[in-house]
């Protein structure tokens, strides 16, 4: 099987910053896009960024300029670095990943993680 763990998640000042971290593990042949998205309480869940396997980003409006996606690809890891951080950024944030697998044969799976809580509140 293959699973996304994240970490990094806690509660943060207005204005704070926090590092966001998910690794993939498993029957993995390659992972294509990585990405984030965040559910706050009583809301849908929204896209905030995500990473090519070549690099290339994609932001929400919201978050352009404060946060900085990025990904290791030899560790199967992606982060989540979220600067001048505002009330309104508090969320479950979740990792996703288009990963293909081998277990037997190659299989394409979207795969989520557990999510980890960011709080922001003075």
């Known amino acids: 099987q293959v699973q996304l763990v994240e970490s990094g998640g806690g509660l943060v000042q207005p204005g704070g910053s926090l590092r966001l971290s998910c690794a993939a593990s498993?029957?993995?042949?390659?992972?294509?896009?990585m990405g984030w998205y965040r559910q706050a309480l009583g809301k849908q869940r929204e896209l905030v960024a995500t990473v090519t396997v070549g690099g290339s980003t994609n932001y929400a409006d919201s978050v352009k300029d404060r946060f900085t996606i990025s990904r290791h690809n030899a560790k199967n890891t992606v982060y989540l670095q979220m600067n001048s951080l505002k009330p309104e950024d508090t969320a479950v944030y979740y990792c996703?990943?288009?990963?293909?697998?081998?277990?037997?044969?190659?299989?394409?799976?979207?795969?989520w993680g557990q999510g980890t809580l960011v709080t922001v509140s003075s």
């Open positions: 498993g029957s993995i042949f390659s992972i294509d896009a």
């Open positions: 996703n990943a288009a990963i293909v697998v081998v277990s037997p044969g190659y299989r394409n799976l979207e795969v």
